[in-house]
């Protein structure tokens, strides 16, 4: 028993700040809610202009997440499986928009759609891409594709390397191990990836804010009509756009959870 | 046998095309600014029109001539000493946490799990509503009004509260999967030899989990130096205050009329200072970009979940 009791402060300390710790973050999140009460919850929720915001994020997130899951995949194989010269100084440039700050990716997108691809896109086709909602979906590219290179990459990590050699001396081709041994190896991770992708594409809006701008109903996704409504003093607006995030990112991390897997970025 | 060579060779190109692609979009995105720094001569006309007053001359110069502005070094002094406060802060109450979600049963362990880890993906700009709603309503306004001081819009407490909220968050995702990683056999044994439980920690897994808590401290920072929403919402910038606004230890320490640098970004570039701005920017990607380099080097892992 003397044993159990020496140096007992230190558990002690460690639960006593993981508790106040806890329950300080628990105090965010829900400080919304307690501001806003029942009845105004209710009430903004019951207001269109909430969901049609809501289905504007929904939609750009689903479109940005798709086209950053068509790059990411492979890229995030490449970047697992393959060795060459430089591959940390390449990781490291590809992982940059979503190391600094938003704001300069923003910044930086602001800088390049005058030039080269861009003008020409939108000489040749007609499409814009700026101040519009192809704005919203080039934010969202830029910083998801990064993000989920990374987390494939994290998942095609999972996976030992000995059952592409199996396959391997077994006689199948390259193609046919990656899709019948190593993408159904890698399922949920690349379900569980394929979820926080979408939540960090829903939660972008810094780079809007540069880059992008704010026309109502058509580039305001809801982090960015936070900011917005912010601006304009609406803090009934703001509080209840902040609990349908933070849903949004709770019930994300809460389905992953579920699947199960360890994932890591960096 | 050639012919598997050929079907090797054109699968592995396939994979590189992609992993290509986003390397020369993300060195196209940064290195093609680099001609933002540049001043034109419309920047120069309109500035003319637009402009304060003395600020001109610097601001007609290459990169808005910012090594020549004591705003420039103002900021980036008031970043690096906040994050590293912020990285310290977070280390000391990381540890502990960290120990006890891994090795403790507490109650609400898995609430903090989803709560820590949504975090990651939950707007900026929500965390900073979070914050204000939290500080500037309800008890602990009163609490603020009875002690006669603010946590918003802020420099000592206010930035560091900001910063601390998301650097925390990312920190811990290093140190409790390291914790996770040490076998707790190792300080059984050692307490089964007469250690204490605090000795036990300190000798036993603290070396061993040593690796990963640097990782940890690296990953803070890093998230540390790249808030932005948080800041902005719950300080705002301070460019514009009168001197009088700043306490005399804010100004012994060189932090009076300065913003957080990605602030900063935002608001030259929103001003028209086109050249200033990016050259803020171009400061951080090099930090950015230097500490995420030497992330890949050691190998640090921060899991999201």
Not at chain 1, 83 to 93: E, G, N, T, W
Not at chain 2, 271 to 300: C, D, K, P, Q, T
């Amino acid at each position: 028993m003397a044993l159990r009791s020496r140096g007992g402060w230190w558990p002690a300390l460690c639960i006593g700040t993981a508790s106040i710790i806890l329950a300080v973050y628990l105090l965010l999140v829900t400080s919304n809610w307690i501001y806003l009460g029942w009845h105004d919850t209710l009430y903004f929720f019951s207001k269109s202009r909430m969901w049609e915001r809501f289905w504007l994020t929904v939609w750009t997130a689903t479109v940005s997440t798709s086209l950053s899951l068509l790059i990411g995949i492979p890229a995030g194989y490449a970047l697992s499986r393959f060795r060459f010269p430089c591959c940390y100084l390449v990781a490291s440039i590809i992982d940059l928009p979503i190391v600094v700050s938003p704001a300069v990716v923003g910044a930086f997108l602001f800088g390049i759609t005058t030039r080269f691809p861009f003008d020409w896109i939108s000489e040749y086709y007609g499409i814009y891409i700026g101040r519009n909602v192809y704005g919203v979906l080039l934010v969202q590219f830029t910083v998801t594709a990064a993000f989920c290179a990374r987390l494939m990459k994290a998942s095609f990590d999972m996976i030992p390397t000995r059952f592409e050699a199996v396959s391997h001396s077994l006689g199948a081709s390259p193609l046919r191990t990656f899709f019948k041994v190593l993408l159904p190896m890698a399922k949920n991770g690349i379900i569980a990836s394929m979820i926080v992708v979408w939540a960090r594409a829903a939660a972008e809006w810094e780079g809007l804010m540069l880059f992008v701008g704010a026309t109502e109903g058509k580039t305001d996704i809801m982090p960015f009509a936070i900011y917005l409504d912010w601006n304009g003093g609406m803090m009934g607006w703001v509080t209840s756009m902040s609990i349908v995030c933070i849903l949004m990112a709770v019930s994300a991390i809460s389905a992953v959870k579920i699947i199960g897997g360890r994932s890591n970025v960096w | 046998m050639s012919g598997e060579r050929h079907s090797r060779k054109n699968f592995n190109a396939f994979f590189y095309s992609f992993a290509g692609f986003l390397f020369l979009y993300s060195a196209y995105l940064f290195l093609s600014n680099l001609d933002q720094l540049f001043v034109t001569e419309a920047a120069v006309k309109t500035r003319e029109i637009t402009s304060w007053g003395e600020d001109r001359e610097i601001l007609n110069q290459f990169a808005g001539g910012f090594w020549k502005d004591p705003y420039f070094w103002k900021s980036l002094n008031l970043t690096l000493v906040i994050t590293i406060m912020t990285t310290l802060i977070a280390t000391i109450l990381g540890i502990p946490t960290a120990y006890a979600l891994s090795r403790y049963r507490i109650p609400g362990k898995s609430v903090a799990e989803v709560l820590f880890s949504s975090l990651m993906v939950m707007p900026g700009s929500v965390i900073g509503i979070c914050l204000i709603v939290m500080f500037n309503y309800g008890p602990l306004w009163d609490l603020q009004n009875l002690l006669g001081f603010r946590f918003a819009h802020s420099i000592f407490p206010g930035m560091v509260i900001a910063s601390l909220v998301l650097s925390f968050a990312f920190g811990m995702s290093a140190w409790k999967a390291t914790f996770d990683s040490v076998n707790p056999r190792f300080e059984q044994v050692a307490r089964s030899l007469g250690s204490s439980r605090w000795r036990a920690f300190k000798t036993v897994t603290l070396p061993l989990a040593k690796s990963g808590i640097v990782t940890g401290i690296i990953l803070a920072w890093t998230r540390a130096m790249a808030e932005f929403s948080a800041v902005l919402f719950f300080c705002g910038t301070f460019r514009e205050l009168p001197a009088s606004r700043f306490s005399d230890f804010t100004r012994f320490l060189q932090m009076d009329q300065a913003d957080w640098v990605s602030v900063a970004v935002w608001a030259q570039v929103e001003f028209g200072n086109i050249e200033y701005g990016f050259a803020l920017a171009f400061i951080l990607v090099l930090i950015g970009g230097i500490s995420v380099y030497v992330m890949h080097r050691i190998g640090a892992k921060g899991y999201v979940w």
